[in-house]
């Protein structure tokens, strides 16, 4: 005869597993879809065209890990003709981000690859007079290189500012049920003055601006593309 004692544990743990099962994501939360980050973003736009890649500092250099967390990657320069003024481009999309699958930021990958972390902080990016990117600017350094970054990371619907928030956001899409998709949108200059923020920003909101409207919830999130509007 099985105890009472026994019974209730059993049904404790009975239960205790069907709660995981369901705090277990099951569904994936795409954003990108079947489009191609490199096809929804354009090769020129304004004064601006793209080059091909150059001297990036890419997830490359994560070997096999890369791999892993990236399903596309974009790397692009893109100069302004008239003044010869370069900035950088790029993008890391991986459809699955997990504990163990997740976006890697420039305040790890750089240093990975021998650069010292001047600054970093959280900055907002402006797109119009009422929409702006949670996302970071930073000052990357090795030896005369001086590189100023901008960037933003997007998490299913989510645009975390920090790798705390980013987890957050993992935490919060799964407790939904769903596995999110994720990408890095990094943007840099070797302009030798803080001026290149500026530039950076208004390079960005340019960029963003000119991708169809349909296609930047890919890059920006649902709420904020909307925000955005035409």
Known sequence: ???????????????????????????????????????????????????GENSLVTPATEGKLAARLYNEIVSRIYTQAETGEQIMMLIAYGDTQSDLLQLHRPEACYPAVGFHLASAQTAAIPLSPHAVIPGRRVLAELEDRHERIVYWTRVGEFLPATSN???????????????????????????????????????????????APTNRPPLVGSALASEVGV
Do not use: E
């Not at 369901?22 to 004064?47: E, Y």
């Not at 994720?182 to 963003?208: H, K, N, Q, T, Y």
């Open 165 to 211: 928030d980013q987890r957050k956001a993992q935490l919060k899409t799964a407790m939904q049920g769903f596995v999110p998709d994720g990408a890095l949108f990094r943007f840099s200059s070797l302009r030798p003055d803080p001026s290149a923020f500026d530039v950076l920003d208004g390079f960005i909101a340019g960029l963003v601006l000119a991708v």
């Open 1 to 51: 005869m099985i105890a009472r004692r026994d019974f209730i544990m059993g049904g404790a743990g009975a239960a205790a597993a069907a709660l995981a099962y369901q705090l277990k994501p099951h569904h994936k939360l795409n954003l990108l879809g079947h489009r191609k980050m490199a096809d929804i973003v354009p090769v020129s736009f304004g004064v601006w065209s793209s080059q």
